[in-house]
């Protein structure tokens, strides 16, 4: 397994935006749920956003919607993250990884992070007010 590897990330003020890339080798191919997670020190790790592979349908966690937009680009491989109007509590170390599901339908934001995996080593997002 190859992990993957995130980049986009820095200091931003709040309202700014900053889009996350990830190149996760074999998406799309040997798995088909990719998702956006994010963990700050002392908490779990949290779904943000996930897109299927087959047909790009997406799901977000309620503190991303109408903010944050996960696309994929299959023929490179990577899937970015879009987040828009950024706020402190947005602050966090961002992951992508990969899972393959039987049904499109699995493939949500609440999926446990557990059953990800090529984790990669994040990037961190820091907003500040």
């Known amino acids: 397994q190859v992990p993957a590897v995130e980049s986009g990330g820095g200091s931003v003020q709040a309202g700014e935006s900053l889009k996350l890339s990830c190149v996760a080798s074999?998406?799309?191919?040997?798995?088909?749920?990719l998702g956006w997670f994010r963990q700050t020190p002392g908490k779990e790790r949290e779904g943000v956003a996930v897109?299927?592979?087959?047909?790009?349908?997406?799901s977000y966690a309620d503190s991303a919607k109408d903010r944050f937009t996960i696309s994929r680009d299959m023929r490179k491989e990577t899937v970015h993250l879009l987040m828009t109007s950024l706020k402190p509590e947005d602050t966090a170390t961002y992951y992508c990884?990969?899972?393959?599901?039987?049904?499109?339908?699995?493939?949500?934001?609440?999926?446990?992070?557990?059953?990800?995996?090529?984790w990669g080593q994040g990037t961190q997002v820091t907003v500040s007010s």
């Open positions: 897109i299927f592979s087959g047909d790009g349908h997406t």
């Open positions: 074999g998406y799309g191919v040997r798995s088909n749920c």
């Open positions: 990884a990969t899972d393959r599901v039987s049904l499109p339908g699995l493939c949500t934001a609440s999926r446990r992070a557990s059953l990800f995996i090529n």
